[in-house]
Nanobody, 126 residues
């Protein structure tokens, strides 16, 4: 089992920044990829960014490239999502999730992820 705890969400004005954190505990050696997803009211959950622990590398959705950046602290078993130049359309509940299958690349489909956190709310005002 892997437990995930997100933090760092909040209310920010358009153009502002936030940094989300996802702290992993439990069987952290089983983590291959840790990713961020988001879900806005009435919309499907969508991939935001992910980082592959086993093979290395990361991936960002086109909608956030150049604005968001995912990074990892190996010692703290924590993954961060730095979000800059935030827009109202970034408003959503942000989740972190773990893909435990050892393979290269970063999967963007939610079905590939078996462990999920409870989410942290990000609200961007115009």
């Amino acid at each position: 089992q892997v437990q995930l705890l997100e933090s760092g969400g909040g209310l920010v004005q358009a153009g502002g920044s936030l940094r989300l954190s996802c702290a992993a505990s439990g069987r952290t050696l089983s983590i291959n990829t840790l990713a961020w997803f988001r879900q806005a009211p009435g919309k499907e959950r969508e991939f935001v960014a992910g980082i592959n622990f086993g093979y290395g590398g990361s991936s960002h959705a086109d909608s956030v490239k150049g604005r968001f950046s995912i990074s990892r602290d190996n010692v703290k078993n924590t993954v961060y999502l730095q979000m800059n130049s935030l827009k109202p359309e970034d408003t959503a509940l942000y989740y972190c999730a773990v893909d435990g299958t050892f393979r290269p690349g970063v999967r963007s489909d939610a079905g590939s992820y078996g462990y999920w956190g409870q989410g942290t709310q990000v609200t961007v005002s115009s």
